[in-house]
């Protein structure tokens, strides 16, 4: 059974920092994309980034950033401990929101989110 | 990165079908044949009820099915069910390699 579980939220003052984790299990985790999708108390689902996963010795690890957070933060992996981070700098109020980790369907692109975390929250604010 | 377009609400009572639209452009839907279907409950987490506009997961009733015609892509739930009542958000892959979802439409059975 697939697995996610996420943790590192909480509260953060704007200009502050954060790092969520995602512990992975019950799937071959280096060999699918994985991405974060957050979502703002009472509104949509929006894209945050993907990694690509590795279906070839020494490539993947592709990342892409939605525009509203690209430069601020970043998404990376540690295949050797089936986690996935999301590294998340300069936070602003507009950022809080409940931050899904999601296992994508496919190895390299983030076309489709078939499993996903039950989220964690981050909240920006003084 | 625009959203994709849905409507706000649609309804239908027990036993009915509904269909709820997803609009996009040439960057997005119009593309790939890469667009999801996600289905979610108050306080939960997202389901996936469609991927590559017709597929769906294993454990995904047969009553959920989806379908696109250029630009716009579409959910069809026949057979409306009281435990359908829920969210439901589209998404599309684009060609700057990101994923873009919808606003989300409420279903509502009435």
């Known amino acids: 059974e697939v697995q996610l579980v996420e943790s590192g939220g909480g509260l953060v003052q704007p200009g502050g920092s954060l790092r969520l984790s995602c512990a992975a299990s019950g799937f071959s985790f280096n060999t699918y994309a994985m991405s974060w999708v957050r979502q703002a108390p009472g509104k949509g689902l929006e894209w945050v980034s993907v990694?690509?996963?590795?279906?070839?010795?020494?490539?993947?690890?592709?990342?892409y950033y939605a525009d509203s957070v690209k430069g601020r933060f970043a998404v990376s992996r540690d295949n050797s401990k089936n986690t996935l981070y999301l590294e998340m700098n300069s936070l602003r109020a507009e950022d809080t929101a409940v931050y899904y980790c999601a296992k994508c369907i496919a190895s390299t692109s983030s076309r489709s989110l078939d499993h996903w975390g039950q989220g964690t929250l981050v909240t920006v604010s003084s | 990165q625009s959203a994709l377009t849905q409507p706000a609400s649609v309804s239908g009572s027990p036993g009915q079908s509904i269909t709820i639209s997803c609009s996009g452009t040439s960057s997005d839907i119009g593309y790939y044949d890469y667009v999801s279907w996600y289905q979610q409950h108050p306080g939960k987490a997202p389901k996936l009820m469609i991927y590559d506009v017709t597929k769906r997961p294993s454990g995904v009733s047969n009553r959920f099915s989806g379908s696109k015609s250029g630009d716009t892509a579409s959910l069809t739930i026949s057979g409306l069910q009281a435990e359908d009542e829920a969210d439901y958000f589209c998404s599309s892959y684009t060609t700057s390699n990101t994923l873009v979802f919808g606003p989300g439409t409420k279903l509502t059975v009435l």
């Open positions: 990694i690509s996963g590795t279906i070839i010795a020494g490539r993947g690890g592709e990342t």
